[in-house]
């Protein structure tokens, strides 16, 4: 199947910080990406939907100016969130969907801030 | 809005016994269902989805799925439970309407005792 690879796997970064997470489709072109947030023991939770070469497009409740997402290429969506504080910390996930319809899912990424 | 539930929790099954998770899904047109398998700390994988047509799915590691409009339901089986299939099981449905975003439900953990 189709591989996303999202980057890092695991980050600690101190309070006020930014802190920017990659997700890459590595063999097909994702013209739409997403970015999920899951809290312990809980459901994902969509914060955006980007699409290449716009604009993405932010959930309810979503701060659009702490959680950055660019979207240049048809590989490759970031994430960054700016001037991080201990209740970010979260398990962030991407997809990435292909002209198929479904998503294919990043490995994750754990955020820590301290 | 379309809305996913997944009544269970938490279920323990016996290595070798069989397994039925319970997903129901609200959605006005016919849906696109999925379900994905969350291990610890790791992403995503799709097991098995639906579009259309047969209504009984295959799926990867053994899984199936049934369809059943009637009952809005597409539960998931699998026959003989690995203690390897222990993980965190999301169904999901799709919006074909709003950029294909995926609706997760709350998510089912699978304990599987030896």
């Known amino acids: 199947g189709a591989v996303v690879s999202q980057h890092p796997s695991w980050v600690i970064c101190k309070s006020g910080t930014s802190v920017k997470i990659e997700c890459r489709s590595l063999?097909?072109?994702?013209?739409?990406m997403f970015w999920y947030r899951q809290f312990p023991k809980q459901s994902l939770m969509l914060m955006a939907t980007s699409n290449e070469g716009s604009k993405a497009t932010y959930e309810q409740g979503v701060e659009k100016d702490k959680f950055l997402i660019n979207h240049a290429s048809l590989t490759l969506s970031t994430l960054t969130v700016t001037s991080a504080h201990p209740e970010d910390s979260s398990f962030y996930i991407c997809?990435?969907?292909?002209?198929?319809?479904?998503?294919?899912f990043g490995q994750g990424t754990r955020l820590t801030v301290v | 809005a379309q809305s996913v539930t997944q009544p269970d929790i938490h279920i323990t099954v016996s290595e070798g016994a069989s397994l039925e998770l319970r997903c129901n899904y609200s959605?006005?047109?016919?849906?696109?269902l999925f379900w994905y398998v969350q291990s610890p700390g790791q992403g995503l994988q799709l097991l098995l989805k639906?579009?259309?047509?047969?209504?009984l799915v295959q799926g990867i590691k053994g899984f199936e799925a049934e369809f059943k409009r009637s009952q809005s339901s597409f539960n998931l089986r699998k026959p003989s439970v690995h203690w390897s299939d222990a993980a965190e099981y999301f169904c999901a449905v799709v919006n074909t309407g709003t950029a294909s975003k995926l609706t997760f439900g709350t998510g089912t953990r699978l304990q599987v005792t030896l």
């Open positions: 063999d097909f072109q994702a013209t739409t």
């Open positions: 959605y006005g047109a016919t849906p696109y």
């Open positions: 639906y579009f259309s047509g047969d209504t």
């Open positions: 997809s990435a969907r292909d002209r198929g319809m479904w998503a294919f």
